[in-house]
Antibody, heavy 117, light 109 residues
C-alpha cells in the first residue's frame, strides 16, 4: 500500500531554515510527480511546490518562490523541501502528496512547521 | 495564483443532494480538464474524491460526482450521509502552478 511519511518539522525563528523529508513506499516513486501542500492553522489548503518524476522540472507558488527548494532522491524514494528565510506566515502543517494526472491521490499525515520569535 | 472561489458552507439532510461550486478563471479551471476535489475531516489529511473533473478514484462512492462548465466546476454529493460532513476543497492544476479553492464546510443536518 502507498505510504508517505513526512518528517523534519519543528519550531524555528524567523529567518531560519528547515528541511522537510517525505519517505515514499508502496509505489514506483521515480515514475510520479510529487507535491508539497501546506495548511496554516485553521485555514485552507495552499499548494507549495511540484517536482516532475525525474526532477527535471520544478514549479513553486509565488509565496515561496526564491525561498523554498523542492528536490527528490529517487534512489532513496525520498522527497525534500528546503525552506530558507522562513517567515511567520510559513507556519503550517506541510503535506507531501503524490500526483495522479491532474490530482493528488495520496497524502502523508503532515509535519508541523512553526515559525515563531 | 488567486484561490478559487467556493461557498463558505452548504448543508443538507441525510439522503438529500448538495452541490458545491468552484469558480476560477480561464487560466486555471476553464483552461484545463484538471479539476480535483478533496474531502478533509478535522485533524486528518485530505482525501482525493474526484480528479480530472469527473473521475473517481477506486473506493470513492459513486454518490460523489464532478462536472465543469466554463470557469466553474462543481462537486455533487447525492444521497448525503452523516460521514460526508467535512470540509471540501476544489483544486485546479494549471501545469506551471496548482491552486486550491477557499474550502466549503458541508454540514449534514
Amino acid at each position: 500500500q502507498v505510504q508517505l511519511v513526512e518528517s523534519g518539522g519543528g519550531v524555528v525563528q524567523p529567518g531560519e531554515s528547515l528541511r522537510l523529508s517525505c519517505a515514499a513506499s508502496g509505489f514506483t516513486f521515480d515514475t510520479f510527480g510529487m507535491n508539497w501542500v501546506r495548511q496554516a492553522p485553521g485555514k485552507g489548503l495552499e499548494w507549495v511546490a511540484f517536482i516532475r518524476f525525474d526532477g527535471s522540472t520544478k514549479y513553486y507558488a509565488d509565496s515561496v518562490k526564491g525561498r523554498f527548494t523542492i528536490s527528490r532522491d529517487n534512489s532513496r524514494n525520498t522527497l525534500f523541501l528546503q525552506m530558507d528565510s522562513l517567515r511567520l506566515e510559513d507556519t503550517a502543517v506541510y503535506y507531501c502528496a503524490k500526483a495522479l494526472s491532474g490530482g493528488l491521490d495520496y497524502w502523508g499525515q503532515g509535519t508541523l512547521v512553526t515559525v515563531s520569535s | 495564483q488567486s484561490a478559487l472561489t467556493q461557498p463558505r458552507s452548504v448543508s443538507g439532510s441525510p439522503g438529500q443532494s448538495v452541490t458545491i461550486s468552484c469558480t476560477g478563471t480561464s487560466s486555471d479551471v476553464g483552461g484545463y480538464d484538471y479539476v480535483s476535489w478533496y474531502q478533509q475531516h478535522p485533524g486528518k489529511a485530505p482525501k482525493l474524491m474526484i480528479y480530472d473533473v469527473t473521475k473517481r478514484p477506486s473506493g470513492v462512492p459513486d454518490r460523489f460526482s464532478g462536472s465543469k462548465s466554463g470557469n466553474t466546476a462543481s462537486l455533487t454529493i447525492s444521497g448525503l450521509q452523516a460521514e460526508d460532513e467535512a470540509d471540501y476543497y476544489c483544486c485546479s492544476y494549471a501545469v506551471t502552478y496548482t491552486v486550491f479553492g477557499t474550502g466549503t464546510k458541508v454540514t449534514v443536518l
